[in-house]
Nanobody, 120 residues
Framework: DVQLQASGGGLVQAGGSLRLSCAASGFTFDDYAIGWFRQAPGTEREGVSCGGSGDRSTYYADSVKGRFTISSDNAKNTVYLQMNSLKPEDTAVYYC?????????????WGQGTQVTVSS
């Protein structure tokens, strides 16, 4: 079975850091790019970042550029999202998803979310 397991969320004060992990299984990890998305209550889902073996480029939303970094450990089939200088507006449920066609294209698999809450 295909699984994408997002973890690492939590409660942090503004200015703090968190590292999210997205552990993948059930598909050929090296062939896919992994995207991170987030959704706050009452808002639409927003693309945050994308990268990975399936797409050697990395992409970031303007709102997180310079603060978030996406990386991958292919040996562990895991993609990370390092989030620094967190702001209250970063509060959301964060999801990871996998796309065979590369970043910016339709996503094939989605994981469950992990809650990130940034207090002011």
């Amino acid at each position: 079975d295909v699984q994408l397991q997002a973890s690492g969320g939590g409660l942090v004060q503004a200015g703090g850091s968190l590292r999210l992990s997205c552990a993948a299984s059930g598909f050929t990890f090296d062939d896919y790019a992994i995207g991170w998305f987030r959704q706050a209550p009452g808002t639409e889902r927003e693309g945050v970042s994308c990268g990975g073996s399936g797409d050697r480029s990395t992409y970031y939303a303007d709102s997180v550029k310079g603060r978030f970094t996406i990386s991958s450990d292919n040996a562990k089939n895991t993609v990370y999202l390092q989030m620094n200088s967190l702001k209250p507006e970063d509060t959301a449920v964060y999801y990871c998803a996998a796309t065979w066609a590369g970043c910016g294209n339709a996503y094939d698999y989605w994981g469950q979310g992990t809650q990130v809450t940034v207090s002011s």
